[in-house]
């Protein structure tokens, strides 16, 4: 970490491979491919700007948790993590994006890490489907609303393979899933209900995206008497429990058992 101001390392790109330190001192390996997210890691560190709050909450998080999925994984950050954090940890990334997956599938290599990595689409209905993405060389955000797409990019229809969650579940003999990140451009809660019983069963922690109001009342309404609580993240250093789900400025909230939001020294 070089303490560069932003007005400087925003303009500073390149392309090579790079090490990311964690909480506990442990590291990975990273490849650079000249992009926002990662350069603004390797300028001001893991949990310096991007996503500040959520990675460092999620770090915590992966030391206490055995089984872990990150659901919308891209180039693969909170993917790392879940495996750095504690090497035995069984950690499953998926991403639809063939472009974005391939990425994803170089930092796994890199590291040499048993993370399993799919590109496909957890949602509630298995096939194929739909997905809005642009013309550039790399993308953080795809999704099939294609309203949401607000870049000047030329949007691409591109068909995906879709799965449900409970169907992974069987066929791959999982057992508990303990920590979901959910990144899916206001797709949350069809993945989600394509958990079926297994929501209600394994009772995951989730660290999740939430877009808008809609998408808050449909993952709020999934979620109903499993005993969460919920938390804003603001990335600004404040992690402040609230009632309800909405949409906010930052986006990720994280919800959780009580027993989980005391081992964080979170407000209950």
Excluded at 35 to 54: A, H, M, P, T, Y
Excluded at 100 to 127: C, E, F, M, R
Aim: net charge neutral.
């Amino acid at each position: 970490m070089f303490n560069l101001p932003e007005s400087i390392y925003k303009h500073l790109y390149f392309k090579d491979v790079f090490k990311v330190k964690i909480k506990g001192g442990n590291t990975f390996l990273i490849h650079h491919y000249g992009f926002q997210v990662e350069n603004e890691i390797f300028w001001s560190g893991l949990f310096g700007r991007w996503e500040k709050d959520s990675l460092l909450l999620w770090n915590k998080l992966c030391e206490n948790s055995d089984v872990i999925f990150d659901i919308g994984a891209n180039t693969g950050i909170y993917a790392l993590i879940a495996k750095t954090a504690k090497k035995n940890n069984n950690v499953y990334a998926f991403d639809p994006v063939c472009r974005v997956y391939k990425k994803l599938v170089k930092n796994i290599a890199l590291n040499h890490y048993d993370i399993k990595a799919y590109p496909i689409a957890l949602s509630n209905q298995s096939g194929k489907a739909i997905i809005y993405d642009t013309d550039t060389e790399h993308t953080y955000s795809v999704t099939v609303n294609k309203n949401l797409n607000t870049t000047k990019s030329l949007v691409k229809e591109i068909p995906i393979d879709t799965l449900r969650l409970d169907e992974f579940i069987v066929s791959n003999n999982i057992k508990k899933i303990d920590l979901m990140k959910i990144d899916v451009e206001t797709h949350e809660p069809e993945v989600l209900e394509g958990m079926g019983r297994y929501l209600k069963d394994f009772k995951p922690t989730l660290l999740i995206e939430i877009l808008n109001n809609e998408i808050a009342v449909k993952i709020e309404n999934l979620i109903k008497g499993l005993g969460y609580i919920y938390f804003n993240i603001n990335e600004q250093g404040a992690i402040k429990k609230v009632d309800c789900l909405t949409k906010s400025d930052y986006h990720n909230f994280l919800i959780c058992s009580t027993d989980v939001a005391y081992s964080l020294n979170l407000e209950n």
